[in-house]
């Protein structure tokens, strides 16, 4: 078990006389320039597109002329796969005379060896990668590629090959195309992605057709890619199958609990993980769906449940969508009517049928949830993934949110800062949290210092809740922004923010030391706080009550936690994760006046804030 920091992030006082005390303890990328100022002006480029990771598995007629998902191989390739060799350089771009191979297999840690190719991580993954920053390189990687064995098309009708690929497009990356050849001499193009398409912090799932090559007794394939010359990052490759696709095989790509083009709806359309119940509204959802087998499909219908905390609160249909080609992709909404009216867990299931039957419903449905909390405001995934910074330089982090319901107060911000390895977060360090409106102008705010239970490492989740110096009621439709500004300073003043999950397209930004604001394609740890945020030093007999720190601190399996009550009272203690999630409650009846303490064994939870 590890050491156990507690705090105060909140005190409630709930009605009927009954004392809740919510306590607050722990177990110990790229962007796009800014154009418009003011946001969702033009809703038509706000189209959600899906977001695959890289445990794609698609389904096609017959056992895979090839299928190779780099599980075996480290840090060689797999038996019958090439790569070609590239030269190192020096810290200056100089030849070195020594050759490496280009490509080799590992793990996103592996990948991420310099510091600088950051690979979604998927828990015992590995895959093929070429990294331009990572030990043994700096290498010339201009032409760099993956050769797959040798392949019979002899039996093959409408072959193709899918595969997961990932490049973050930064620092000068070139683009990436799918190559093939009958005689393993002579190459033929039959893909390309640019650098800008590759600008996205996710695996790309992707589908090259060979019909070309139908019939053919040999065919060699080849990922290609070029660091364009500059000093680039990488370039991944996973899960490559290559086999006939199916005549029929719609899929459902990915799931959304809002509808950004809807050109009705004044708000909500983003998309949340954790939405506060006094802002939540009439729910849209829908689905991207795509049509991966090769025969049109036609009247196509999504069908949505949508469940709050397990029970069901009804079953929706879309209108029939009339046609999707081969490959082609859309989205499809549904008006659901529900408003979540509780706290806890709302879940969207959704499913796609067609016309005709479908030969792959393994890929049919999916689902999508989100928290409806208390009082917070969220767009994260909840865990540190990668860090933003601007090394010792000024810099402004920030998420929107809008504010569909008038009247909401937001009291604060959550922040989760990060630490890394190059110039972390340091401790005591002073920032500033503000709100501000959509063109960027600030609200409220306050001046805060860091502290070292407020910094994760990648894979934590420890945030630090920040009162403004005054509250800021918002109005019916109004949309702000959280925002962490950075002073700039020396590296032992440094601020990082963690970044968690892709944000959705215009919702996040970053503001560079010369002032200019550019969309990022990761979510910043940034939340809204929409109850009183009450310090320890600040609960003095609130309305009859004293919370004390609590001993020993930090802790190992128990403390002692200690309040003072000025009057006979009821009193109950509740214990929620992050999330807003009820883990325990604890009732200890009437109690008399005076001094009381409670013993709390937390042997029984895992590592995590709470």
């Known amino acids: 078990m590890a050491i156990i920091p507690i705090f105060v992030c909140n005190v409630i006082l709930a009605m009927n006389r009954i004392l809740l005390i919510i306590f607050c303890f722990g177990f110990l990328g790229g962007s796009a320039q800014l154009t418009e100022s003011n946001l969702f002006q033009n809703k038509e480029g706000l189209d959600p597109m899906p977001s695959p990771k890289a445990s794609f598995q698609p389904i096609f007629k017959n056992v895979p002329v090839l299928e190779e998902d780099f599980q075996a191989g480290i840090p060689g390739l797999p038996a019958g796969w090439e790569t070609n060799e590239v030269e190192q350089l020096d810290d200056q771009g100089n030849p070195l005379g020594t050759f490496v191979n280009a490509f080799v297999t590992g793990s996103s840690d592996e990948a991420n060896n310099g510091g600088f190719f950051p690979v979604p991580d998927i828990a015992g993954n590995t895959f093929a990668y070429a990294n331009d920053d990572g030990p043994p390189c700096n290498c010339d990687m201009i032409d760099a590629y993956l050769q797959t064995p040798m392949m019979d098309f002899t039996d093959l009708t409408n072959a193709a090959v899918t595969f997961n690929a990932f490049q973050d497009g930064n620092f000068g990356s070139g683009d990436w195309t799918v190559q093939a050849s009958t005689d393993g001499a002579n190459w033929t193009t039959e893909f390309t992605s640019t650098a800008a398409d590759d600008a996205s912090a996710e695996w790309k799932e992707v589908v090259v057709t060979l019909f070309e ?124 009517g ?138 019916e439709g109004e949309v702000v922004m959280g925002s962490v500004h950075h002073f700039g300073g020396s590296s032992a003043e440094n601020v990082r923010v963690g970044l968690s999950g892709q944000s959705i397209p215009q919702t996040s930004f970053f503001q560079d030391e010369l002032g200019e604001w550019f969309f990022t394609l990761n979510t910043p740890m940034i939340r809204l706080i929409t109850s009183p945020i009450t310090s320890l030093e600040d609960v003095q007999f609130e309305n009859g009550m004293k919370l004390l720190q609590n001993y020993p601190n930090p802790f190992n399996d128990n403390t002692v936690i200690e309040f003072e009550i000025a009057q006979s009272e009821e009193v109950s203690i509740e214990l929620r994760d992050m999330n807003g999630r009820l883990l325990l409650s604890k009732s200890f009846g009437i109690l008399n006046a005076g001094s009381k303490k409670w013993s709390f064994n937390a042997a029984e939870f895992s590592n995590g804030f709470y």
Request: one cysteine or more; a negative charge.
């Open 338 to 475: 529900y408003t979540p009216d509780a706290l806890g867990e709302v879940e969207i299931q959704m499913s796609v049928s067609a016309d005709v039957t479908d030969e792959n419903l393994a890929n049919n449905s999916g689902s999508e949830s989100f928290l409806v909390t208390s009082d917070t405001y969220a767009s994260d995934d909840g865990v540190v993934t990668l860090f933003q910074s601007n090394a010792t330089n000024e810099f402004r982090s920030a998420n929107l949110f809008e504010m569909p319901v008038g009247g909401t107060s937001v009291y604060g911000l959550a922040v989760a800062f990060g630490a890394g390895l190059t110039d972390p977060t340091q401790p005591g360090t002073i920032c500033e949290v503000e709100l501000l409106n959509s063109d960027f102008d600030f609200l409220v705010g306050a001046e805060h210092e860091i502290s070292d239970d407020q910094i994760s490492e990648a894979g934590e989740s420890n945030f630090g809740i920040i009162a403004f110096e005054e509250e800021y009621e918002a109005e």
């Open 213 to 336: 090559f139908d019939g053919e007794a040999q065919v060699w394939l080849r990922f290609q890619w070029s660091d364009a010359s500059s000093w680039a990052s990488g370039f991944a490759i996973d899960n490559v199958v290559v086999d006939e696709i199916l005549d029929n095989n719609l899929s459902l790509q990915e799931v959304f609990s809002a509808d950004p083009n809807n050109p009705d709806l004044a708000n909500v359309v983003i998309e949340y993980t954790q939405v506060p119940l006094e802002q939540t509204v009439p729910l849209w959802v829908g689905a991207a769906v795509s049509n991966n087998g090769v025969n049109t499909q036609t009247n196509i219908v999504v069908t949505a449940e949508v469940f709050m905390n397990g029970s069901s609160q009804g079953t929706f249909n879309s209108a029939p969508f009339s046609s999707l080609d081969f490959l082609e992709l859309d989205s499809i909404f549904i008006e659901t």
